[in-house]
Every structure is written in C-alpha cells, then in structure tokens.
C-alpha cells in the first residue's frame, strides 16, 4: 500500500516538474522564436479551419473534437464518420512519430527537417484534392498538422503545443492566477495569449480563404509552410 501511494506521488511529482519545466523553457524562449511559433499556430488554425469547412465538423489539429465526433458516432451507428474520425486520429499520431524520428535523426537541422516535412504534407494534400476524395487530403492534413508539434522539442517531449489550445488557455489561466497573487512574471500568460490569438487569425483567415478558393486555399497553406521552413532555420539555435 505504501509502495502504491510512493508511486503515485513520484508520479504527480513527474508531471509536475514536466509542467514546471515546460513553463520555463516557454518563456527562455527569444521573441523571435515565440513570434515563429505563433505563426505556426496560426497555420495550424488555418487547415483547421479548411478541414472544418470541407468536411463538416471535422478538424485536422483538434483531435479532442474528432474523438468526441468519433465517440459520438460509434454510439449512434454512423460508421462512416466513425471512420473518417478513427482516420484522421491515426493520421495525426502517424505525422507525431514521423516528425519524432525525423527530428532526432536530424538534431542539428530539428525544426526544418520537421517543417519541410509539413510542406510537403500541405503540398500533397493541394496536389490531390482536385482528383481524389475529400477525406484523402484531410489525412494528409491531419498527418501534417501532427507533424508539427514536432518543431520545438526538449528532452524529447513538446516543449510548445502548436495545434490544441485547450493547453494554451490553461496557461493563460495559471498565469492569470499567478500574476493575481503577486507570484511569477507578471506577464508571463500573454506568451500563451499570443499562440491562442495567433491560431485564431489563422482560422479566421483560412474559412475566409477557403470561402473564396475552395480546396485550392490548400496551395497557400503550403506556401506559408514553405516560407515558414525558411523562417525555421532562422530559429535553430534558440533551444530553451
């Protein structure tokens, strides 16, 4: 029994330190780089907004909904969008191992190794959507935005979540609190602000674009993608 209750206070403890030390290295971070990443969540919002418009309710980057679509789906029998749900999941953690291994074979070249890698995701799916299906370039997507999350690494975990922005608004409320008490930088939340804010112009940005070009909006997410790799060399040695 003791032995149950030590593990799981070294484990509350883990997480706590990993939290702690995420924190940190977010704000070790240079302007420079914490502006790269909030471009990149603003590309994330914007496939996502291109997903959710092409295909209904479904996300490329926010796989706490498509679980929910997922769930909801297996109970009430529409098997066809249990699997495009169940799709777009293992997608997703397809792009995350892919970026994972291509980011540790590559340390020195880490984020534009990873970046070229959403590129030519984002290009593929541009490529395809006009002959295929829809659901195939929207695994494309969901495979390009788990790939991202491999961009900024420390100790070999996600060191700055650039597609779920549930985290981010923790964040926001953790500094909040903190900056209430008198206790940390008392701006220390706005960095996260700014991801959330950064994701939302991409999303606003994308059901625009997509409104007036359809699937060829993809070509400019593989654009920015493009000139975002370029923009990632830039920010290679700032490691936090």
């Given at each position: 029994?003791?032995?149950?209750?030590?593990?799981?206070?070294?484990?509350?403890?883990?997480?706590?330190?990993?939290?702690?030390?995420?924190?940190?290295?977010?704000?070790?971070?240079?302007?420079?780089?914490?502006?790269?990443?909030?471009?990149?969540?603003?590309?994330?919002?914007?496939?996502?907004?291109?997903?959710?418009?092409?295909?209904?309710?479904?996300?490329?980057?926010?796989m706490?909904?498509?679980?929910?679509?997922?769930?909801?789906?297996?109970?009430?029998?529409?098997?066809?969008?249990?699997?495009?749900?169940?799709?777009?999941?293992?997608?997703?953690?397809?792009?995350?191992?892919?970026?994972?291994?291509i980011?540790?074979?590559?340390?020195?070249?880490?984020?534009?190794?990873?970046?070229?890698?959403?590129t030519?995701?984002?290009?593929?799916?541009?490529?395809?959507?006009?002959?295929?299906?829809?659901?195939?370039p929207?695994?494309?997507?969901?495979?390009?935005?788990?790939?991202?999350?491999?961009?900024?690494?420390?100790?070999?975990?996600?060191?700055?979540?650039?597609?779920?922005?549930?985290?981010a608004?923790?964040?926001i409320?953790?500094?909040?609190?903190a900056?209430?008490?008198?206790?940390?930088?008392r701006?220390?939340?706005?960095?996260?602000?700014?991801?959330?804010?950064?994701?939302?112009?991409?999303?606003?940005?994308?059901?625009?674009?997509?409104?007036?070009?359809?699937?060829?909006?993809?070509?400019i997410?593989?654009?920015?993608?493009?000139?975002l790799?370029?923009?990632?060399?830039?920010?290679q040695r700032?490691t936090?």
């Open positions: 029994m003791r032995a149950d209750r030590s593990a799981c206070a070294a484990s509350a403890t883990l997480a706590s330190a990993r939290g702690i030390g995420h924190g940190r290295a977010m704000r070790r971070y240079q302007r420079s780089t914490l502006l790269f990443a909030a471009c990149l969540t603003g590309l994330a919002g914007f496939v996502d907004a291109l997903a959710y418009s092409s295909m209904g309710g479904f996300f490329a980057s926010f706490s909904g498509n679980t929910t679509r997922l769930g909801v789906s297996l109970a009430t029998g529409a098997s066809n969008d249990a699997r495009i749900g169940a799709g777009l999941i293992l997608s997703f953690v397809s792009g995350v191992v892919a970026a994972a291994i980011g540790r074979s590559r340390p020195h070249h880490q984020r534009v190794a990873v970046m070229a890698l959403v030519l995701l984002l290009g593929g799916a541009a490529l395809f959507a006009p002959y295929h299906p829809v659901i195939v929207l695994l494309l997507l969901a495979t390009a935005m788990g790939a991202e999350n491999g961009v900024f690494t420390r100790d070999g975990e996600v060191s700055i979540g650039l597609t779920y922005m549930t985290g608004l923790v964040r409320g953790q500094g909040l609190a900056a209430l008490m008198g206790e940390g930088p701006w220390d939340w706005a960095r996260y602000l700014g991801l959330w804010l950064g994701f939302g112009a991409g999303v606003i940005t994308g059901a625009r674009c997509y409104a007036a070009y359809g699937t060829g909006a993809l070509w997410a593989a654009g920015a993608a493009a000139v790799t370029v923009g990632a060399r830039a920010t700032d936090a």
